[in-house]
């Protein structure tokens, strides 16, 4: 029985000489199939990380059988500029997703940041960062200090436990500014352009995204060393 979807690649690894088994990013979760011929075939331009794709399967007996792809959208111009923030939210996708479950609304999320992330890849990854924390139901308290408990008001500091008074806890120094930042993605369904008042300080709130997640994931995360090189 053949059946279709819709999905982001996350990975693609060898198989055999010119197979290759993909992972895909699908509003059921994360489905790895064997693509036949892919590094001969025409569909090999088809098969790169971040597409996204329609695409249909036999469902084998150990391994779903690709049988057709086409292509909706490659993501070009971003990946010419700034191809490692497709592979950052790719990578953390293929380390937080599972298979077989219901996962439209994260999906629905990426397509969204895919869809934005030409205008201001930075801010994009932060709201990927944060909103992605929400979905999986990791709230993330930017509103009071971690160590006292009282409203965050001025002078503060970061560290893996979260955001805190630098006299509480002498973490990396941050300013009102990236916490602002933090706190109107956190908030909002889109993408404000006019939150960003320089560009250290959206700097600053990338790298506290980035640590955030891998905090969550317990795990680093290889392309954001590439990401935070270019910034």
């Given at each position: 029985?053949?059946?279709f979807y819709?999905?982001?690649?996350?990975?693609?690894?060898?198989?055999?000489?010119?197979?290759?088994?993909?992972?895909?990013f699908?509003r059921?979760?994360?489905?790895?199939?064997?693509?036949?011929?892919?590094?001969?075939?025409?569909?090999?331009?088809?098969?790169?990380?971040?597409?996204?794709?329609?695409?249909?399967?036999?469902?084998?007996?150990k391994l779903n059988?690709?049988?057709?792809?086409?292509?909706?959208?490659?993501?070009?111009?971003?990946?010419?500029?700034?191809?490692?923030?497709?592979f950052?939210?790719?990578?953390v996708l293929?380390?937080i997703q599972?298979?077989?479950?219901?996962?439209?609304?994260?999906?629905?999320?990426v397509?969204f940041?895919?869809?934005t992330i030409?205008?201001?890849?930075?801010?994009?990854?932060?709201?990927?960062?944060?909103?992605?924390?929400?979905?999986?139901?990791?709230l993330?308290n930017?509103e009071?200090c971690?160590?006292?408990?009282?409203?965050?008001?001025?002078?503060?500091?970061?560290?893996?436990?979260?955001?805190?008074?630098?006299?509480?806890f002498?973490?990396?120094?941050?300013t009102?500014?990236?916490?602002?930042?933090?706190?109107?993605?956190?908030?909002?369904?889109?993408?404000?352009?006019h939150?960003?008042?320089?560009?250290?300080?959206?700097n600053?709130?990338l790298?506290?995204?980035?640590?955030?997640?891998?905090?969550?994931l317990?795990?680093?995360?290889n392309s954001k060393?590439y990401?935070?090189k270019?910034?």
């Open positions: 029985m053949s059946i819709e999905g982001i690649i996350l990975k693609v690894l060898y198989y055999r000489e010119d197979d290759r088994i993909i992972k895909i699908t059921n979760g994360i489905i790895s199939v064997v693509g036949r011929s892919i590094k001969k075939g025409k569909r090999a331009n088809l098969i790169d990380i971040g597409n996204y794709i329609r695409f249909n399967i036999i469902k084998g007996k059988i690709l049988t057709s792809v086409t292509l909706i959208d490659s993501f070009y111009i971003i990946k010419e500029k700034n191809p490692f923030y497709i950052y939210i790719c990578e293929s380390k599972r298979e077989g479950q219901d996962e439209s609304n994260i999906f629905e999320m397509l940041v895919f869809s030409k205008d201001n890849p930075k801010l994009a990854l932060i709201f990927f960062n944060i909103h992605l924390l929400n979905l999986e139901g990791s993330i930017l009071d971690f160590v006292c408990k009282r409203k965050l008001e001025k002078d503060f500091s970061f560290s893996t436990n979260g955001i805190s008074h630098i006299k509480c002498r973490g990396d120094f941050i009102g500014s990236t916490l602002h930042i933090l706190r109107e993605i956190y908030s909002s369904d889109n993408l404000n352009m939150i960003i008042e320089d560009d250290g300080s959206l600053k709130a790298l506290i995204s980035m640590l955030f997640i891998e905090n969550f317990e795990h680093r995360i060393e990401i935070l270019g910034i």
